[in-house]
């Protein structure tokens, strides 16, 4: 049972955004929420176009090394996702787009031969360049995921991770990428998107951790790992390239061996996924 949809690369969020959904105030019985909260999100999801709505479901993660380098976004809602393999490879996987968009405009710039295209180029080249660099350092252990940004639609926080070097600036310059991506959330964004910036282990980090949701129930209030665990030297000058093989065959998944039982109720993103592909095998079985 395919649940990655590796054919349809369309349909690959369904499974987290349909974990997400079974996780959110509407139809979580796990948790408490207030019923304000509750009747707001209905009545907000109800009137978002597909894209929007996406979002509000599964909030979108980012990593940065500091407020002007992005690492990688689109996160898995982990704590295993900020470090070791699946940084390195969220990070290898930036740099495929980069160099993509590099060739890309290059291609252009060579059909044509208005300057500004070359420019282009030259800027994309560069910016190819600095994320094959930035993923080198992530999977050596010389770069750590030392920013991160939630995104939950209505609520965005930022959060500076315990052991992050002391000279990174709180709260991140006005200018800087980061605080650049804010605003423009902010101003796309149909609703008044609230903005936390706190310090790990400070107020406002527990709700963080709470949005974490791909991890088990049982590690919902525990901290990320903290940064000092993750700086393990690399393989050394091959680490990227090991980083972006690692990534495109995890982007496969393994299916050679279906699932035999479908066990108690699931509470992270792994155990509902091995949930399902277990109770559509059952399905699938021949009656007897």
Known sequence: VDLTFS???????????????????????????????????????????????????????????????????????SRNSLQGPQLAEAAAAAAREAVAAASQAASGAAAGAAADGADAAAEYSKAAQAALALAGAVAEGKQAANILLLDAFI????????????????????????????????????????????????????????????????????????????????????????????ADAAAGGDESEPPHASGPSPTGVAQFIEHIKAEVFTQLQPQQ
Do not use: N
């Open 7 to 77: 054919s349809c690369p369309p349909l690959q969020p369904l499974p987290r955004l349909v974990y997400a959904l079974l996780r959110s105030p509407l139809l979580s019985s796990a948790a408490q929420y207030h019923s304000d909260l509750t009747a707001y999100l209905h009545h907000l999801w109800c009137c978002l176009p597909p894209r929007e709505l996406a979002k509000a479901v599964y909030p979108g993660l980012s990593a940065f090394a500091d407020p002007d380098t992005l690492i990688a976004e689109g996160l898995a809602l």
């Open 155 to 246: 609520l965005v926080i930022v959060v500076f991770r315990a052991g992050a070097p002391a000279q990174l600036p709180f709260p991140p310059p006005p200018q800087s990428k980061l605080s650049r991506i804010i605003a423009d959330i902010k101003r796309e964004r149909r609703v008044t998107t609230h903005v936390e910036i706190v310090r790990e282990g400070g107020d406002g980090a527990d709700l963080f951790y709470s949005l974490l949701i791909d991890d088990p129930d049982e590690l919902a209030e525990a901290p990320i790992p903290p940064l000092r665990q993750q700086q393990q030297p690399g393989a050394g000058a091959g680490a990227a390239d090991k980083a972006m093989g690692a």
